[in-house]
């Protein structure tokens, strides 16, 4: 990658200024072979060994119409939030494949519409890790004087892969869906899906990803995101990407799947194939509105049977003829006095009132009687 800039220079006074001067600073960096020739490169693909040493050229090009005067020194990379390509603010001091680039000198004056080859090096330690190291070569506006008011940088990318065992590896974690339901009752909703891509391996990777949303009971598919091409990511980085998923049928138990297709760049091969990433999340998709309404049914109905089938009223019971009045309960008897311990007294009788064995036993007016006619 090289690129044009273009800054504005403020004179503190127009005195000051050439008449030739416009105040503009606009100027370009590109890759350069052994000549000091621009090639066909648009950035660095190197490759290099732990204690060796790699040699390279960058070509610096002032389209001003002054001389100018500009600063070179290389940094190390790293992906933004969204997964962009970015270098080390100015005042950051590297402490990757930037601290190994070495310049003649730091400052490099050139005149009005020249280009400038400026020889580098890169010193490699013994104990750089194999894989993929990134940075920049950057070229800024030298800042010397007050006149300057913006300072603009541009840099070309960097890549030097060191030799060794080589892990091309992504992994997709902190997976997580939410359903948002739509005020139909029978209505299809969406799921939004959020994960994190995390470059576990030594290799800068670029991918393909996927998000479907399927059925965590029977597996068919209920939704998805057309694929799509994420950034290029960083050994070490990591960025998290959100998807949204719309026409979702709230199926009850649902799964938010993340595939992701990993692939170097084309230039540096890794010679192995390289796994691909899944992950997934179960969630409940419920069309609440259609279940509060079924629930407010179903308890509708039970109201009406409890009423039309529950317990009948005093005096309509069953078998009964309403228009027959209900014969008024007989009184409880009462309950007779439990007998003593020794239980009842029998009544004591004579031995005459008893009858005689063995005899008739005669009444008290035969005994009259008899009585009255012996007398005669």
Not at 275 to 299: F, Q, R
Request: avoid cysteine; hydrophobic fraction near 40%.
């Amino acid at each position: 990658m090289f690129a044009t800039v273009t800054a504005l220079l403020l004179a503190g006074a127009p005195a000051r200024a050439e008449p030739s001067d416009d105040g503009n600073r606009v100027w370009s960096v590109r890759p350069a072979n052994a000549e000091g020739k621009p090639d066909r490169r648009t950035h660095y693909t190197l490759q290099g060994d732990p204690g060796g040493k790699v040699e390279e050229h960058v070509l610096i090009t002032n389209s001003s119409k002054v001389r100018a005067s500009f600063v070179v020194y290389g940094t190390d990379a790293f992906n933004t939030s969204t997964g962009a390509f970015d270098l080390l603010p100015a005042a950051t001091k590297p402490i990757d494949i930037g601290s190994w680039m070495k310049f003649p000198s730091q400052t490099v004056d050139i005149d009005a519409g020249a280009s400038v080859s400026v020889p580098f090096l890169i010193d490699v330690p013994a104990n750089a890790t194999p894989g993929d190291h990134a940075g920049g070569v950057v070229v800024s506006l030298a800042t010397s004087g007050t006149d300057v008011k913006l300072d603009t940088r541009v840099a070309v990318r960097l890549y030097l892969r060191i030799a060794g065992l080589l892990r091309p590896t992504l992994e997709t974690q902190k997976v997580q869906a939410t359903y948002n339901g739509v005020a139909n009752p029978i209505g299809k909703g969406g799921v939004d899906v959020t994960y994190t891509v995390v470059n576990t391996g030594n290799i800068r990777l670029s991918t393909h990803a996927r998000v479907t949303v399927t059925s965590a009971i029977f597996g068919t598919r209920l939704g998805g995101e057309a694929r799509k091409d994420l950034a290029e990511l960083l050994p070490g980085q990591r960025v998290t990407y959100t998807a949204h998923i719309d026409g979702v049928f709230p199926a009850g138990p649902i799964d938010a799947n993340v595939e992701l297709e990993p692939y170097p760049d084309p230039a540096q091969p890794v010679g192995q194939q390289i796994a691909a990433a899944k992950a997934s999340v179960t969630i409940w998709a419920v069309p609440w509105l259609l279940t509060l309404l079924i629930v407010a049914v179903l308890a509708g109905l039970a109201v009406l049977i409890r009423l039309r089938f529950g317990r009948p009223r005093p005096g309509k019971g069953k078998g009964d003829d309403p228009k027959k009045p209900t014969p008024p309960t007989p009184p409880t008897p009462p309950t007779p006095p439990r007998p003593s311990a020794g239980g009842p007294k029998r009544p004591t009788r004579s031995i005459r009132d008893m009858p005689a064995v063995g005899k008739p036993a005669v009444s008290a007016s035969e005994k009259a009687g008899a009585s009255a006619g012996a007398a005669k």
